[in-house]
Every structure is written in C-alpha cells, then in structure tokens.
C-alpha cells in the first residue's frame, strides 16, 4: 500500500470517527465491507447509531446517495423505478428508482414486505436490475447499507435467506460505553450527524482501492483453511444450513480488505479468523432441535467460534 493510500483510508476512518464514537470496530467492518465490493447489514435496536454509521460511511467520499425508509405498503417499483408511457414520443420510459446511487441506504429493511425485500436481491449480487425485460447496470462503486431492527421487534419481517446471503458482513453497534455515551452528550449528537461528514475521497478512489483489494495475496493454504472451517459449517448437526459458496468468496474478499485496511498486500491466517463471524454468523442457520433460550444470533455465533477453536490455523 502506498503511503497516500494508507492516508486516505486514516482520514476515511477519522471522519467516521468523529460522528460515531466508541464504535473502532464497527467503524472498520463497513470500511472493510465498502473495499470488498460488498454490503453491510446493521442490526440492533433504535436508536444506537444505526443510521449514522450508513450516513457517515456515505458521505465520506464523493458519490450518488440514496435513503430508502421502508414500510409496509411500499412495491418493489418503489426501490427499483418504473416504465411510464410517453405520450409525446409514443413507448415507453424507464424512471430510475431510488436504488440507482452509489450508496443506497436501505433503512429499516425488515419493516417492508419478503415482496418488496426480493427488488433488492439482483440488485446486490449482479449490480444491476431488470424492468420489464430490460436490464439496467448501477453506477459504480455500489453499495448497499441497510439497517434493521431486532426481528422481535413489533412490526418486522425476518430477511429470507437467499436476503441474508446477499449480504458480506453483518454488524451490532450496541450501546456505547459510558465514556463514549458522555462525549456523545458533550458534542450534542444533533450538531454532528452523518450527513455532515466532509469528503475525503473521490468514487474513483474507491473502485481503485477496490482493485487493489482484489489483488492481495491469499495463500493456498489459507484457502484450505477457510474451506475446512465452511465444511465443518456443513457438517454440523447443530445448524440446519452452512455456509454457501457464496459465502466462502465472501470470507476471502473480507480478509483480503482487511489485509488492506492494515497495510498488507499479503493475507494473514488472522485476517480469515477475524472475519468468520462478522461474515458467517448471518449466513448459517441453527436447527430447533437445539434452540435454546440464547438469542438466535448468539447462538451461531457461539458455534461458529467452536468450529473456529477446533480447526488448526496453518503455520
């Protein structure tokens, strides 16, 4: 990594850091997610800075950006546009919908309808989407940032899993440490939101950076690694579903961009093990015969980090 790279992702983390306090680690994970091409999911409850992250994150280089607040009643046109008939020119027209941005902010994503959630589903995976036969590319770099409440919440529907899938890293923010919580008071949050973050980059920058991600080395060995890890996934009579293949890319292009985000053009067995919850607990599914009383997500988590201690890290 060159020296004006490493600044820009330090100045990319600084201007983050200074709406979202407390919070290094989630603040890495989105950079990590926006460098591997891929989209976040924030979950936890109101309030705690959800938004914030995705506004800050958006606004800290120059590009297109989308807020998309979902709700019960809105279709699937309402994210991805719609043909309207021209009576001048006599066909039809397409209206680009809200999802035509570099950055879209998909807020709440689990108030809207499985109907609506599925307009998103090509638009994540093959960036770009098809209306009425037609198939329209997305600008680049593209990104989805969606947020979401906990699905006990009143209100909510549970993301399917081919939604989930679509998804590189999941993240909790949680509440903030006292310290933090005071700074927050001291700064009055109101004056310092997301929206206000100053760029410190170019869109161009980013689809250069996330070049060079792709081309940080990855050790057959470490493929090994992370392979053993997704079949134990598989084989385990405690998850009703592993991890796809999709979610083995996925694993290597995270710890690819962590490579990166650390100044490395070399991947590390601790890029791969640090990156196996944030990129696999969402994606594996717990079999009820052993639910217990632990939330869903906890739950995984705790199997996947089983599956971690019992898999030998290459030397």
């Known amino acids: 990594m060159t020296t004006a790279t490493s600044s820009l992702i330090s100045q990319l ?23 591997a091409r891929g989209h976040l999911l924030i979950e936890d409850v109101p309030g705690v800075g959800k938004t914030t992250l995705a506004q800050a994150l958006a606004h800290s280089f120059q590009c297109s950006f989308q807020r998309i607040q979902f709700t019960s009643d809105m279709l699937p046109s309402d994210v991805v546009g719609i043909s309207v ?32 959630q599925s307009a998103l589903l090509e638009a994540m995976n093959e960036a770009q989407v098809t209306v009425d036969a037609h198939t329209h590319a997305l600008p680049q770099p593209f990104m989805v940032l969606a947020t979401q409440n906990p699905i006990e919440h009143h209100g909510t529907y549970p993301l399917p899993e081919s939604q989930m899938d ?41 689809l250069a950076m996330q070049r060079t991600v792709g081309a940080v080395r990855v050790d057959d060995s470490l493929l090994d690694y992370s392979l053993e890890i997704v079949e134990k996934t598989r084989q385990n009579e405690r998850l009703v579903l592993g991890v796809s293949p999709r979610g083995s890319l996925m694993l290597q292009r995270a710890a ?25 607990a969402h994606r594996v599914v717990v079999n009820a015969r052993y639910a217990t009383t632990q939330k869903k997500v906890a739950q995984a988590e705790a199997i996947l980090s089983e599956i971690l201690d019992s898999t030998p890290v290459p030397l």
């Open 13 to 35: 983390q600084g201007a983050i850091r200074r709406v979202i306090r407390g919070k290094d680690e989630a603040i890495e994970l989105a950079l990590i997610s926006l460098l």
């Open 166 to 206: 679509r998804f590189l890293i999941r993240i909790r923010m949680g509440y903030p440490a006292r310290e933090s919580e005071k700074e927050i008071l001291r700064s009055q949050a109101n004056a310092h939101s997301g929206s206000n973050v100053q760029p410190v980059m170019e869109a161009t920058d980013v």
């Open 256 to 280: 690819q961009a962590r490579a990166f985000v650390e100044g490395r053009d070399f991947c590390l067995p601790d890029d791969f093990k640090q990156m196996v919850l944030p990129v696999f």
């Open 85 to 116: 008939f021209n009576q001048i020119e006599q066909q039809f027209e397409f209206k680009p919908g809200p999802i035509f941005a570099n950055i879209v902010l998909a807020d709440e994503i689990n108030r809207t309808t499985p109907k609506t």
